[in-house]
């Protein structure tokens, strides 16, 4: 997972820097707010960032409170690195949007513990945000379907009292038929999306997954 660190002393930054790639994140290092609050704007930023209460400029509680006013298409889970001990400064940090917070100096053991905390955080936030869309893809295809029924049957209907004006031995017979099966069978599709009620997924080519309609519809 991608981690931001925001930290303008170089000792700290250089130290975190190296603790974090250890441990296996992609590390993106800023200096300053400003610089923090541009790098979580773009298309691939972090979703977990680090951010130091005192810095020159935009501090970390004023990036907290910015970025919670955007309207981000993936959550972030903000945490707070602070010399800060007093209960009214750390009200103050999560008021403005931090999710949690560490005391300088900071343990190497809690801020493992704290930055996984928020890992599970995001990777359940991001579970729950990609049911949701799928959801209502689901719905909205259902809606679809829905709405194809009534000229599938009509279809069905009409190549049926057709059948029964030809004879079996016409040439037109036979395609006339294959017509009526086909869509038959798009009805039942539409009726099998129309009854699926929550996502079920099946393997497909090499590594992708697609729903798999037999189950859910059942």
């Not at 009214?88 to 560490?102: P, R, S, V």
């Not at 039942?188 to 099946?202: A, D, E, W």
Request: charged letters at 25%; proline letters at 4%.
């Amino acid at each position: 997972m991608k981690v931001l660190i925001a930290e303008d002393d170089i000792t700290s930054r250089t130290i975190l820097e190296a603790i974090l790639t250890r441990w296996g994140y992609e590390v993106m290092v800023t200096t300053d707010g400003e610089s923090a609050l541009a790098a979580m704007q773009q298309t691939d930023a972090p979703q977990l960032a680090l951010l130091d209460w005192m810095m020159p400029g935009m501090d970390g509680p004023a990036v907290c409170q910015e970025l919670r006013k955007l309207k981000r298409w993936n959550p972030v889970y903000l945490i707070l690195l602070t010399s800060k001990s007093d209960r009214k400064d750390i009200i103050q940090g999560l008021e403005a949007g931090a999710d949690d917070f560490i005391s300088k100096p900071y343990n190497n053991d809690e801020l493992h513990a704290r930055l996984l905390v928020g890992k599970r955080i995001i990777t359940l936030q991001n579970e729950l945000q990609e049911r949701e869309k799928l959801q209502g893809v689901l719905e909205m295809a259902g809606a679809i379907c829905h709405e194809i029924n009534q000229p599938l049957q009509a279809l069905s209907g009409y190549s049926e009292l057709l059948l029964m004006d030809f004879d079996e031995n016409d040439p037109a017979f036979a395609t006339l038929k294959k017509i009526k099966s086909q869509v038959d069978q798009v009805g039942q599709l539409t009726r099998k999306i129309m009854n699926i009620t929550r996502y079920q997924s099946k393997p497909y080519l090499s590594n992708g997954k697609i729903i798999d309609i037999e189950r859910a519809s059942q």
